[in-house]
């Protein structure tokens, strides 16, 4: 049985950087084609992806975001950490970590069917000074 | 970047009936890589379904999906109380991965 659950601050001040982490079980990050993302939600708005890290470490982030990004996995632990730096009231939001095996293509470098089938219950992070 | 635009915004029901709720991509999602979730305040998102039609693992057969190209829709045969939720559909044929702005499903 998959299950993640996201943790970290509850609040964080205007200009901090955020961790938030995300530790899982039922499945292993070394283990070929399994990756873990990143989404979040802003109260009543959408969700947006934020960043992708596959079981070789390969990272890919959301292009308007990757500036103040950072996704690392530590595999002993089960855990996958999501820094984002200058953190603003705009990025206020509930946190999500999910689940996802994709394919991969070898030739090109590109990962196929990142569909998130299990998900954690989120973390709301609020930005205030 | 493949913006999604769900129709429509909020979809006002009663239970039993039926729902239809619409995906429209601005280029066309390659292999029907379109995938639908639910969301539910405190709990943790659910796929429910992946490759535009496929339920996913443990998802009752009120629920299903169609569409291909540019046009996907969601349907719910007879909505049960669980359902009154927001639903998001989601491209996962390019990067970056983009969500729809969702459409809430409450009770009439």
């Known amino acids: 049985q998959i299950t993640l659950k996201e943790s970290g601050p509850t609040l964080v001040k205007p200009t901090q950087t955020l961790t938030v982490t995300c530790t899982f079980s039922?499945?292993?990050?070394?283990?070929?084609?399994?990756?873990v993302g990143w989404i979040r939600q802003p109260p009543g708005k959408a969700l947006e992806w934020l960043a992708l890290i596959f079981w070789n470490d390969d990272k890919r982030y959301s292009p308007s975001l990757k500036s103040r990004l950072t996704i690392t996995k530590d595999t002993s632990k089960n855990q996958v950490v999501l820094t984002m730096t200058n953190m603003d009231p705009v990025d206020t939001a509930t946190y999500y970590c999910?689940?996802?095996?994709?394919?991969?293509?070898?030739?090109?470098?590109?990962?196929?069917?990142?569909?998130?089938?299990?998900w954690g219950q989120g973390t709301l992070v609020t930005v205030s000074s | 970047e493949i913006v999604l635009t769900q129709s429509p915004g909020t979809l006002s029901l009663s239970p039993g009936e039926r729902a239809t709720l619409s995906c429209r991509a601005s280029q066309s999602v390659s292999s029907s890589y379109l995938a639908w979730y639910r969301l539910k305040p405190g709990q943790a998102p659910r796929l429910l379904i992946y490759g535009a039609s496929s339920r996913a693992t443990g998802i009752p057969d009120r629920f299903s999906g169609s569409g291909s190209g540019t046009d996907f829709t969601l349907t719910i045969s007879r909505l049960e109380p669980e359902d009154f939720a927001v639903y998001y559909c989601q491209q996962y044929a390019g990067s970056p991965l983009t969500f729809g702005g969702g459409t809430k499903v409450e009770i009439k």
């Open positions: 999910a689940h996802t095996k994709p394919n991969y293509d070898i030739l090109t470098g590109y990962y196929y069917n990142c569909r998130f089938d299990y």
């Open positions: 039922g499945f292993s990050l070394s283990t070929s084609e399994v990756g």
